[in-house]
């Protein structure tokens, strides 16, 4: 794992959105205003070269995340540096060089396509927003973008719904990388592939991370993705990160009983009938979070002080952790 410095650093991140019923209605029925705290108090860095995952169940926060970090979301509170420059104002000229070391790679490779543009126009697109380079440099360019990520040049004439999903996925890559940026935010890249196409995209993004000297924030459910893409994996749940920790410390020895039930959810092909931490329940409505540590409905492990007192992250060796049962040595496990 790298020990570089970190290139993105997250401080007590926060994004809230309005949902509450149209004005006139809420004056007349005297409603309060509604929040959805889609992510409430986030905060992580990453290292130069590294690839920082983020787990957790659908609708954690994690493609709000994705977003709050190319700016297309602001932040409600707390703050965003990237190589120690704030993220919170990018617009002008300081913001164009600054979304020119910053990419994303979006989860539906077809829907983050124009469909009216041949592949090379959709590549070539952010080289003229942010170089200079002549129409036959920008070509010499798209081609070499192409064979990069395992397509032909001559690609470069057809649209996108002339390839298939994987290839699809390329073309995106190669649109990320057209201006030769140092941090890409991969939202859930793999997820409309299938398997073994997802095992091809996974291995070239993995090359060029290496070859190029890139730094990936990868936003996923899969675990077993992440077990081969990540150095170090954050743990979300209903809009906080409960747990960060290295990828072989997390998958070996999870503290966290959220990130316990999440690994105990992948199928057991061992047939040893390893130990798994049952839980019940559904995710809470985000609308109406629980009180507390928002996980302890759902808790097997659950005391009174869950219930009252949110926890905070603390250092539990080497891992980042929020969970009072853990920082406090509660036994914490499953009997019978």
Request: hydrophobic share 40%.
């Amino acid at each position: 794992m790298t020990t570089q410095r970190a290139l993105v650093e997250v401080k007590d991140a926060a994004r809230w959105f309005d949902v509450s019923a149209p004005w006139l209605e809420r004056v007349l029925s005297r409603k309060p205003r509604t929040l959805l705290r889609a992510v409430d108090g986030v905060s992580f860095t990453i290292r130069k070269g590294e690839t920082l995952a983020l787990v957790g169940e659908s609708g954690c926060g994690k493609s709000t995340i994705a977003r709050l970090l190319v700016g297309l979301y602001p932040l409600t509170q707390g703050s965003i540096l990237f190589d120690g420059q704030p993220l919170s104002n990018m617009q002008g000229r300081n913001g164009l060089a600054l979304r020119k070391r910053l990419q994303m790679i979006f989860q539906d490779p077809y829907a983050s396509l124009n469909p009216r543009w041949r592949v090379g126009r959709i590549i070539a697109e952010p080289i003229l927003a942010h170089t200079t380079l002549t129409p036959a440099e920008r070509e010499a360019r798209v081609d070499a973008l192409l064979t990069q990520v395992g397509l032909h040049p001559s690609d470069k004439s057809r649209f996108p719904h002339q390839f298939s999903g994987g290839q699809r996925q390329r073309i995106s890559i190669a649109r990320a990388l057209a201006v030769n940026p140092e941090f890409l935010v991969c939202d859930e890249p793999t997820s409309a592939l299938d398997v073994s196409v997802q095992a091809q995209v996974l291995n070239i993004m993995k090359d060029l991370q290496r070859n190029l000297g890139l730094t990936y924030l990868f936003i996923s459910h899969n675990l077993a993705v992440v077990h081969h893409v990540a150095d170090r994996v954050g743990v979300m749940y209903l809009g906080r990160i409960v747990e960060i920790a290295d990828r072989d410390t997390l998958f070996a020895d999870p503290k966290h009983p959220y990130t316990r039930m999440l690994l105990s959810a992948i199928p057991d092909m061992t047939g040893q009938g390893a130990s798994r931490t049952p839980v019940a329940g559904e995710v809470p409505n985000p609308l109406n979070p629980p009180s507390g540590c928002t996980f302890h409905p759902r808790c097997p492990f659950v005391r009174d002080l869950c219930k009252t007192e949110s926890p905070v992250t603390q250092n539990f060796k080497g891992v980042e952790i929020a969970c009072h049962g853990v920082t406090q040595g509660w036994p914490m496990q499953i009997s019978g």
